[in-house]
């Protein structure tokens, strides 16, 4: 089922287009989906940059380090004019050419992360959600996150704690690319949440 909203789709397609740079032979290529003031935003790096739970890039290697980070916003794929309506295989080849040295340092084989990357876009394609590792007023950092919270269309997904928030209770959370808990039990007990 597609969202109806806009920016979920190509939220989805910017998972779906790191999922076929790892079909290409990029599997060290990692992704961080996050929240800011000015709506979704979707970094791709090498795996090296990204902290030990596999889905963060911590905030002083995202912000400083832009030439081993390619960042998304909600509006257009990379600042890309000419991305619009393009599949997420036609977005991978549009990656590589116009972020060479990145592609460089993700050229290999992560048979585990891009398995986990799989069954998680397979599980967003049931509705209207994406995975979210940071938001304003977050309470933590992405780094320390245990699972992926998931963010989803027409829910309230944020609880206060002050004036700090965390994603809701009712929200269902997917393992992390190195858990050690079995992938398939929690995916069938987030698919049993409304």
Sequence with gaps: MKSRIEWVRRAQ???????ELHR????????????????????????????????????????????LVAITGSGEYFGWKDASGKDARA???KFLECFPEIAAKGKGRDWEYSGWLSELVGFLEGGGMIPICWWENMKGLPEDLLT??????????????GIESVIARGNPAFPLP??????????RACRRLP
Excluded at 13 to 19: E, K, T, V
Excluded at 178 to 187: D, L, Y
Aim: net charge neutral; glycine share 10%; charged share 20%.
């Design 13 to 19: 397609r910017c998972l779906r287009m790191l999922s």
């Design 24 to 67: 290409l032979g990029y599997q060290q290529l990692r992704g961080m989906p996050y929240m800011n003031p000015l709506g979704f935003r979707f970094a791709i790096a090498p795996k090296h940059c990204f902290a030990e739970n596999g889905i963060a890039i911590p905030a002083g290697r995202l912000a400083g380090d832009n030439e």
């Design 91 to 93: 977005l991978a080849e």
């Design 148 to 161: 992926l919270p998931i963010w989803i269309d027409g829910h309230d997904n944020f609880e206060w704690i």
């Design 178 to 187: 190195s858990s050690n808990t079995p992938r398939g039990q929690v995916v």
